[in-house]
């Protein structure tokens, strides 16, 4: 299927230019425009899930197309098993994130849903991305849209919070960008060659000092958006202040960009250097489970508290990444599909209560199951997924993570298990004090029970919180011969002849088996 990757990877922005022909003052055809398009685009990308074929680690849906010669740079996509997992979440949260904020966004409706679209874009870049310079641009692109996501439609204090997460990820990707053309200029003095390409990149040994010095300058571009603690600070004024649809993008995908370019790109590039780094990222995430967990206790305010559950969460998906071993980097990845189903549908949930009441303290509710038993159900299901509750999607990655961190380092697992615990405690309760009791404030006697509206947004995301508790396997297998692939790099002891070198010339590569015609590609 040529170009695949390329119709998915641009479809939004060819929406987005659809709807600049549309008159601003006509709200409900951009609103039906931008969720035809949303659903369309959805549509297009699902076969992934068919089409891919997930016996083999190469890439799949390869595209490879010189672009700027003259400085090594090349258009090169390609998916394996983790980035088609996330592409299906962000197409499956766009058209949810344009049905939750159908009536909360009621000025420059048009702009709102043109950025919305540009940022589809620049997430799923990320994703595709086999070349650094190309991944650079869309790592820069989607920050320009969703600056003006929360600094235009956000609460308060928006701009202050725009600005904060601007400056932060600005300069996290800055130092990135700082750490490719060191990569860059050090590949040409080894070969002779100028490249960005991440296979040619990963082909060529770097040395001690200086791949310990960028594999810090990667990392902590990546640290800041994952966030792990201590660069997290952006992240609760960020989440308050955005609209539910930009808290749920942010959450849900956004945070991935940050432990995916750990497992894509800094991991990899600098093996040696992420073992040594390992005791410092493990022992920041550890401090990030109990941290964030401790922090979203004391939160009077739903959203902050949903905020720092994602501190907490997302420890543990860097945590997995680190156990170096195939069950932890497994749940890892699991976990970094779970927590965006989870989050995601609890800031929905905030919004719908937002839109009833205007208001995200906890207090200013109570009693709410007697009066909307709908919502009052799908809140359970979340809460419930969101604690690690059996047979519910959250159990399967934080289990996994769990055992594959024990292995190496049990005593950090066993101050990383507090984590799971304070979060029983902090989202029950939290759940009991808005849903349970006596009706006290005369302003929640009438709330209305979810619209269908509501419903079409939160079960499809309840769907895949039971599906993947129950039966994960389908998900699993799609990620393991990646994750082998880059457990086997990590953990390769110095001077060992990588396995995998050979294969990342897809010219030279012979395809696995399992992949049909048309869709080999490197590894």
């Known amino acids: 299927m040529a170009f695949y990757l390329t119709t998915i990877l641009f479809f939004p922005i060819l929406g987005a230019v659809m709807l600049a022909g549309i008159p601003g003052r006509n709200r409900a055809a951009i609103r039906q425009a931008t969720l035809a398009i949303a659903v369309i685009h959805f549509l297009i990308a699902l076969p992934l899930w068919w089409l891919y074929a997930p016996g083999g680690a190469d890439y799949q849906f390869v595209e490879h197309v010189p672009w700027i010669d003259s400085l090594g740079v090349e258009y090169h996509l390609g998916v394996d098993g983790v980035s088609v997992l996330l592409t299906l979440l962000t197409v499956l949260l766009t058209p949810l994130a344009v049905l939750g904020s159908w009536r909360y966004i009621d000025h420059h409706v048009k702009e709102f849903h043109i950025l919305l679209l540009v940022l589809t874009t620049g997430m799923l870049g990320v994703f595709f991305a086999l070349d650094l310079f190309v991944f650079y641009v869309f790592w820069e692109l989607m920050l320009v849209p969703m600056y003006f996501l929360i600094g235009v439609w956000g609460g308060e204090q928006r701009v202050y919070a725009a600005v904060k997460f601007f400056l932060y990820t600005f300069l996290g990707g800055v130092l990135m960008l700082v750490g490719i053309l060191a990569l860059y200029f050090h590949h040409q003095g080894v070969t002779g ?5 991440l296979a040619d990149l990963m082909a060529i040994p770097v040395p001690g000092e200086l791949q310990l010095a960028l594999f810090l300058a990667f990392a902590i571009a990546f640290a800041i958006k994952v966030p792990m603690f201590p660069f997290h600070t952006w992240l609760p004024d960020a989440h308050v202040q955005a609209p539910a649809a930009g808290s749920v ?8 960009m940050g432990t995916y370019g750990f497992y894509r ?21 550890v401090v990030g489970v109990i941290y964030g967990a401790m922090v979203a206790l004391v939160q009077p305010n739903v959203k902050k508290l949903v905020a720092y559950s994602s501190v907490s969460h ?36 905030c919004g719908m209560l937002y839109e009833r009441r205007h208001t995200y303290e906890i207090a200013q509710f109570g009693g709410l199951s007697t009066v909307m038993p709908v919502f009052a159900v799908l809140f359970m299901i979340v809460t419930l997924s969101s604690i690690g509750l059996p047979g519910l999607n959250g159990f399967v990655g934080e289990f996994l993570i769990l055992v594959g961190m024990f292995q190496n380092h049990p005593w950090m697992t066993g101050i990383a298990t507090a984590g799971v615990i304070l979060a029983a405690y902090y989202m029950l309760r939290m759940f009991q004090s808005v849903m349970f009791g006596d009706v006290e404030i005369e302003a929640n006697r009438k709330l209305p029970d979810l619209s269908g509206r509501e419903v079409a947004v939160l079960l499809p995301l309840v769907a895949l919180i039971v599906w993947i508790g129950v039966y994960p396997a389908p998900f699993l297998s799609r990620t393991e011969p990646s994750v082998d692939r880059f457990v086997e790099r990590v953990t390769r002891t110095a001077g060992t002849q990588p396995a995998e070198v050979a294969e990342l010339d897809a010219d030279e590569a012979e395809p696995p088996e399992a992949v049909p015609a048309g869709l080999e590609g490197r590894p």
């Open 193 to 197: 060659v100028y490249t960005t390409s």
């Open 249 to 256: 993008i942010l959450a849900a995908v956004l945070l991935k």
């Open 265 to 285: 790109f800094a991991m990899p590039l600098f093996p040696e250097a992420a073992r040594q780094a390992l005791p410092w990222i493990a022992g920041l995430a």
């Open 314 to 349: 997302l420890g543990f998906v860097m945590l997995g990444l680190f156990a170096l071993n195939v069950t932890g980097v497994q749940g890892s990845v699991i976990q970094m599909i779970n927590h965006g189903i989870s989050t995601g549908a609890l800031f929905f949930i």
